[in-house]
């Protein structure tokens, strides 16, 4: 690929900014947006395909003869999303969601208002893939996930949770099966620095009939949706249903999440995508 310098033709690599910095490989981390009538009634989507004809028509009553349409002009296709939650793809979640206010009352911020700069870190991958449906993970799988990895976090990292659900998205299913970070783990992450955070799996905390089941035998009104509700004392944005972490390395790779600018929003579809360098 060449471009224009002057009056000579280059190639891209020379004018780049990122000369050098180009990752060898981008790995999508995002699940596809699509109708599928596998999933739970309060996260389907639909979208409405609009054949290119439709258009040929729109354009005519705009005042444009068919006579003066050019002979390759078969219209343009168009869709429309005509049901879609904000939480039924893979998203990020802005700690509005958890709660309206924080621990001093202070108003929590929607996805619109996630600084850029949060978007885009060095990534590391918590290979938590052993870790049973409906079993916690705790402080002491993460830190030896880093000891076996040799990654380390701070300030900016972006740390993913791997315990391959992904494997289940497009099932009845899947938002009844996996893991779940518990209180104690979401605080230590947030503690060495990290502030957006994300899994492979439907949800953050163990899935929903495991903490309702949990709740009841204790007796214990602290413990449902508790892994959400740390966003409430120490803000933190992170994703779920995000597939393809096995495809990466543990760590020496940059990851980039940006939302769609939902304002008022409580979360955002997002595309994640991670930049491999090897």
Known sequence: MVALLGDRSVGVDEVSPMKGLRPSRIVDLSKEIAENPQDPFFMRVKVKHHPHGRARWLVRLLGLPFRLFPL????????????????????????????PTDAEGGRLPTIEQMPLELGFGPGVVFDMSHKGDGEEIAIADLEASLAASGASIGPGTIALIRTGRDRFQGQRDYWKLGTGMSVAAT????????????????????????????????????????????????????????????????????????????????????????????
């Open 187 to 278: 605080e230590w992450l947030i503690d060495h620095g990290v502030k957006v955070m994300g899994i492979d799996q439907w949800g953050w905390d163990v899935p929903f009939h495991h903490q309702i089941r949990r709740s009841r035998e204790q007796g214990n009104s602290r413990l449902f949706w508790a892994g959400h509700l740390v966003g409430r004392r120490k803000p933190f944005w992170h994703m779920e249903q995000l597939r393809g972490l096995d495809l990466l390395p543990t760590h020496g790779f940059d990851l980039a999440v940006f939302p769609l600018r939902l304002k008022g929003a409580s979360a955002a579809p997002a595309r994640v995508v991670a930049f491999l360098y090897d």
């Open 72 to 99: 390759d002009f078969d219209g343009w296709a168009d869709d429309t999303i005509t049901r879609m939650g904000v939480h039924a793809t893979t998203h990020i979640d802005a700690p509005w969601h958890y709660g």
